[in-house]
Nanobody, 115 residues
């Protein structure tokens, strides 16, 4: 059974930082594309950042230079370091594991940035 467990969300002031972590189980972590997505109230879920199994990263334009995705294959974790947070970053953040036709999601963690 595949499980993705996020942690690290919370409330932070504009300009602050948060670090999200996602612990994966039930998959061979190193061969999956791992990522973070977010969904703000009334909006569709959108890509934040992904890291392919070979290490290639992809970021949404809105977070480039502020967010960094990283993985630890030994611990089967993916982390999103978020700096210089803005109120528009407020959303529920979801961890994602993707490979071929398989797509798994965590339950999400709330990030709220106050102005």
């Amino acid at each position: 059974q595949v499980q993705l467990a996020e942690s690290g969300g919370g409330l932070v002031q504009s300009g602050g930082s948060l670090r999200l972590s996602c612990a994966a189980s039930g998959i061979i972590f190193s061969i999956w594309r791992m990522g973070w997505y977010r969904q703000a109230p009334g909006k569709q879920r959108e890509l934040v950042a992904t890291m392919a199994s070979g290490g290639k990263t992809n970021y949404a334009d809105s977070v480039k230079g502020r967010f960094t995705i990283s993985t630890d294959n030994a611990k089967s974790t993916v982390t999103l370091q978020m700096n210089s947070l803005k109120p528009e970053d407020t959303a529920v953040y979801y961890c994602n594991a993707f490979r071929a036709t398989l797509d798994y999601w965590g339950q999400g963690t709330q990030v709220t940035v106050s102005s």
